[in-house]
């Protein structure tokens, strides 16, 4: 982070604002037709980061679609949701399709 962007972070927080970097989903796609959406591409059995969850909650709260895609695959992206309740329960950030 350099010098400039340190300020603003600071004052951004002097002001009570929470400010967040980094965990944002790998792609931000925009299909010819329809709404822009956001992935994370994860591999089977592995972990969305602390960041990565607050940032997909974050976003799916802003109203925008962010969903997570297993080893690449196009077909089985999920809309991660369902594992914020599950991992939320058991205070884990594991994901598995």
């Known amino acids: 982070m350099n010098e400039l962007e340190k300020k603003f972070k600071e004052e951004a927080k002097r002001r009570g604002c929470e400010v967040l970097r980094g965990g944002y989903p790998d792609f931000l796609v925009i299909p010819p037709e329809g709404d822009p959406f956001f992935v994370e591409v994860k591999k089977d059995g592995t972990y969305l980061t602390k960041k990565q969850h607050k940032m997909i ?5 802003l109203g925008l679609s962010v969903f997570i895609s297993f080893n690449g695959e ?3 992206m999920a ?3 369902d594992y914020y309740r599950k991992s939320m329960q058991k205070k884990k950030f594991r994901i598995t399709p």
């Not at 909650?57 to 709260?61: G, I, P, Y």
């Open 74 to 76: 196009w077909a089985c």
């Open 57 to 61: 909650r974050t976003f799916s709260q």
């Open 79 to 81: 809309n991660p949701s």
